[in-house]
């Protein structure tokens, strides 16, 4: 998968959030740095095809072909903070609900992806029972193993303890291959395995 990105920016009302960003995204880790406020989540979302650009435009191509805008999500994962889980249902129900929209990656199943974040011993609880750490797994679940050829991960350690670091390191160095990967973040901890930086404070 590639994106692309040229002379793009986004504006709310009369405040610019970037502009004139010109870039490439190809298969591979990349890493989006910034103080606080100043964007990265809104570009992690103009690349997911939640939110549209003011200017310029956000080609998604695979294989060689243009995707529409509005089939942009079928091919793109996202773990965020501000995604908010279905907490009334058990890990179990919910994995199964996410699998209807999005497939996980070839092979794997609900008792597989459950063992692999470390919660098969809880996956009969409801997710509303577990603590923050144990929903941000929850998150990374349904993004990394998610049938998708672009992964994005905004802030993914998030209420994550050294353990849960630790894991998600493990996860995006064993599931993260051969798939465009794109962090959000000011902590290496979280980026630290990318090999391309964009500062968003460049495109102000």
């Avoid at 942009?72 to 903070?81: D, E, G, M, N, R």
């Avoid at 497939?103 to 199943?109: D, I, S």
């Avoid at 794109?182 to 395995?193: L, P, Q, R």
Wanted: glycine share 6%.
């Amino acid at each position: 998968m590639t994106i692309q990105l040229h002379n793009t920016g986004k504006r709310y009302n009369r405040d610019w959030i970037f502009r004139n960003l010109t870039y490439t995204f190809q298969t591979g880790a990349y890493a989006i740095t910034g103080p606080n406020g100043s964007g990265k989540s809104t570009l992690l979302q103009i690349l997911s095809g939640a939110v549209s650009v003011s200017e310029g435009s956000c080609s998604h191509i695979l294989n060689g072909a243009p995707i529409a805008f509005d089939k942009v999500f079928s091919y793109t994962a996202l773990c965020a903070p501000y995604i908010e889980l279905v907490e009334e249902f058990t890990l179990t129900e919910f994995l199964s609900f996410h699998q209807s929209f999005k497939p996980f990656l070839n092979g794997l199943n609900i008792d597989f992806i459950a063992r692999e974040i470390q919660l098969h011993h809880t996956k009969g609880k409801k997710i509303s029972e577990y603590s923050s750490g144990m929903k941000q797994r929850v998150k990374l679940a349904q993004c990394i193993f998610s049938d998708t050829p672009v992964v994005l991960l905004d802030e993914p350690c998030t209420n994550l303890d050294a353990a849960g670091i630790t894991l998600y390191q493990e996860l995006i160095a064993k599931y993260g291959a051969n798939r465009l990967v794109i962090v959000s973040s000011n902590d290496k901890v979280e980026y630290g395995f990318c090999e391309n930086v964009l500062d968003i404070t460049q495109y102000k």
